[in-house]
């Protein structure tokens, strides 16, 4: 019998993460690398703003904008001035913590070109409701 293969669409078989939310992990480690930010802390820190409305990690302030029944919409700022907004599915909130294993992320930023992309995380969307 054949082994199916992933092609990279909809969500993964067994724990894994879809390939929406594995993006989403990807880019909260990569502010957590860009701020000096411990990845299990960054993560602690949307938990408690979701549960709280608005938390602390190092330089960064993070508020919870926005609730609904399936995500929470985030707003990272720094000293007053935007980083970056956007949603995160309930499910993610609710695990242990996702980004625990800081060297694996670390790993797989480690391309310069996504070191490059640092810069870029000024890109503010808007909430989509």
């Known amino acids: ?5 992933s092609r990279g669409r909809g969500r ?4 894994q993460h879809s390939s929406a939310d594995f993006r989403l992990l990807q880019y909260l480690a990569l502010v957590s ?3 000096g930010i ?8 949307f938990v408690e703003a979701w549960k709280r409305g608005e938390s602390t990690c190092g330089s960064l302030s993070i508020e919870c904008r926005r609730q609904t029944r399936d ?9 007053r001035k935007v980083v970056a907004q956007f949603s995160i599915p309930k499910h993610i909130l609710e695990e242990s913590n996702p980004l625990k294993e800081s060297t694996h992320w ?3 930023l480690s391309s ?3 070191i490059r992309s640092l810069s870029d ?3 503010l969307r808007p909430a989509q409701a």
């Open 33 to 35: 690398i860009k701020y």
């Open 106 to 108: 670390q790993s797989v």
């Open 12 to 15: 993964p078989r067994g724990k």
């Open 71 to 79: 995500k929470a919409i985030f707003l990272l700022t720094n000293r």
């Open 121 to 123: 995380l000024k890109y």
């Open 1 to 5: 019998m054949r082994k199916r293969v």
């Open 112 to 114: 310069r070109d996504q």
């Open 38 to 45: 411990d990845a299990h802390d960054f993560y602690d820190g």
